[in-house]
């Protein structure tokens, strides 16, 4: 019986040394870690937190990392299977819906092992600031006035800025106009001797839209259909003290009675300056003045050179997306998208330059509820100029028609030097036109180009029509000899080296190498839209 004791007490004995030296080999348990992740931030309304770099160890290898917003996964960063290590930054951009609240984000990893560790964030957002009413302009503006940002200011009817004062308009400041025809229609007009200073900025552009489109205070897309919306309140006038090629040295602005003297536009001064209009996005605009009479995006009239117009936008106007009647003013980085008339419209003797301009044409097979007409319509002057100085420039640009637009009409014996510019997506058979008036014997546009004054130079056209189809002078040699004192021979000999000048000078292409540089226009509703993707 001892010796059966004996046994057993050194098996004991044996099983406990043996578990003893397991127990001093077996590798520790690793655990978990994660840092970098504060416990606590605030951030104003709408505010940004981060980019927060977070760094998870776990020595056993990681296994997963989920981060949940309230409960719900918010995001799972990407890490290398079974690494040890895996840093990932953390940031959240506040919506309205967060504003006054207490945001919990849980950070959660988990190794090879089934080792968890978890770390609270428990993020602090402001309250939404107080909305100011919408306040509403109307009738003339005596003094200078600032529009702020903070809130929506409406045009009730015609706002007009009278001479000797300056409207000033905050960078991200909404504006619109309220519905209504004939006189109701709103509008803002600069009169003569007016200043504006619409000083956007890429970051925060100015827009004018209407009361229908919902858009708020610090935002930019608007709520509007762009394919059936249009028409919806009047436009921008700009009007100044700069030459015209009228019936007279100064005109009223087309759509505004007689009756509101501060509709009249032009003068004599060259480098009128009327102020800054930049980094403007206007939008709805044309509503209709009378029969076929509506307004246009932006209104220039006898607009000076001094003034500054650069980076608009003018999108779904009724009638043109911006037009100019006389004046010197240069403009540069414009966007027309979607007109209901024509993109480009000059009239009475304009002598500027256009330079880095785009087009979007609209029509119903692209599902619009419209069709636009022109790229470009380009009227001569309306008086006896009697100078081949008033010469309208327009460079660099790139002009998609879609199926609907022509090219260019050239009209009322047109004087303008077009270079360095790209047609594309236009219906086949679209041309330019060098127009000869109703009876197609005025020969004075004909004569334009003939003597070099009108230059088309550098155009190209992406188009499977031939470069001799698309210039078209329009003048009828026998017409033209009878209404003038050259011969039949003379005109169509005049006609036909027209078209071959045209030819020498522009060409068909499959690639552009020439037109806008729209990267400078990334700041645009059209950008934004993906409307210059393929530019």
């Known amino acids: 019986m001892k010796k059966f004791n004996l ?57 997963s990392i989920v981060v949940t917003k309230d409960g719900d996964t918010f995001l799972e960063p990407e890490f290398t299977a079974e690494a040890t290590t895996a840093t990932f930054e953390f940031t959240y951009t506040a919506t309205e819906a967060d504003a006054d609240q207490n945001i919990v984000f849980e950070f959660t990893a988990t190794d090879a092992d089934g080792d968890t560790e978890s770390v609270t ?43 000797g004062n300056t409207l000033t308009i905050q960078p991200g400041t ?85 009756t509101v003297t501060e509709g009249l536009y032009g003068g004599d001064d060259v480098a009128d300056n009327s102020g800054v209009f930049e980094y403007v996005s206007i939008r709805f605009t044309g509503a209709e003045l009378g029969p076929g009479n509506e307004l246009q995006g932006l209104t220039l009239g ?42 480009y419209d000059t009239d009475q003797g304009w002598s500027g330059t256009i330079d880095n301009f785009v087009y979007i044409g609209a029509d119903e097979a692209n599902g619009y509820a419209w069709d636009g007409d022109h790229g470009m319509e380009l009227d001569g002057s309306e008086g006896d100029d009697g100078s081949a100085n008033l010469v309208g420039k327009f460079i660099n640009g790139s002009l998609r028609g879609l199926s609907s637009s022509d090219y260019a009409d050239l009209r009322d014996g047109a004087k303008y030097d077009i270079q360095n510019t790209y047609f594309f997506d236009f219906a086949e058979g679209s041309d330019i036109e060098i127009d000869a008036d109703d009876n197609d014997d005025d020969p004075r546009g004909s004569d ?88």
């Not at 043996?18 to 077996?26: G, L, M, P, Q």
């Not at 509403?136 to 706002?159: C, P, Q």
């Not at 897309?221 to 028409?231: A, C, Y």
């Open 302 to 343: 006898g607009v000076g050179s001094g003034t500054t117009i650069n980076h608009v936008e003018s999108i779904n106007s009724s009638d043109d997306g911006v037009e100019i009647f006389g004046g010197t003013v240069n403009i540069t980085n414009f966007i027309v998208w979607a007109q209901d008339d024509d993109g």
């Open 121 to 163: 964030h428990v993020l602090s957002v402001g309250a939404a600031p107080q909305q100011l009413p919408n306040q509403v302009l109307s009738g003339l503006i005596e003094e200078d006035l600032t529009l702020t940002n903070d809130r929506i200011w409406e045009l009730a009817g015609r706002v007009i800025v009278t001479a």
């Open 448 to 535: 334009n180009y003939a003597n070099d004054i009108t230059v088309f130079s550098g155009l190209e056209f992406n188009t499977t029509n031939v470069i001799g189809d698309i210039f078209v002078d329009k003048l009828d040699a026998a017409a033209a000899a009878a209404a003038n004192d050259r011969t039949e021979a003379e005109f169509a000999a005049q006609i036909t080296a027209n078209g071959e000048k045209f030819v020498s000078n522009n060409s068909v292409v499959t690639e552009a190498t020439v037109g806008a540089d729209v990267s400078v226009l990334s700041w645009s509703y059209a950008a934004a839209q993906g409307q210059l993707d393929n530019f």
């Open 7 to 63: 046994i057993a007490m050194l098996a004991m004995v044996s099983v406990f040394i043996f578990s003893s030296c397991e127990e001093e080999t077996a590798e520790p348990n690793n655990l978990v870690t994660i840092e970098g992740i504060p416990a606590t931030a605030e951030i104003e309304n709408l505010g940004t937190v981060g980019p927060v770099s977070a760094t998870v160890t776990a020595q056993d290898g990681i296994s």
């Open 174 to 258: 909404v504006i619109k106009g309220r519905p209504g025809d004939a006189a109701a229609a709103s509008v803002l007009i600069i009169a003569r001797g007016a200043d504006i200073q619409a000083n956007g900025t890429a970051e925060a552009p100015i827009v004018f839209t209407s009361t229908a489109d919902e858009i708020r205070v610090g935002e930019f897309e608007s709520s509007l259909d762009l394919t059936t919306q249009r028409g919806l309140w009047g436009g921008v006038l700009i009007l100044g003290n700069a030459p015209i090629s009228a019936e007279a040295d100064e005109a009223q602005i087309e759509g505004i009675p007689t």
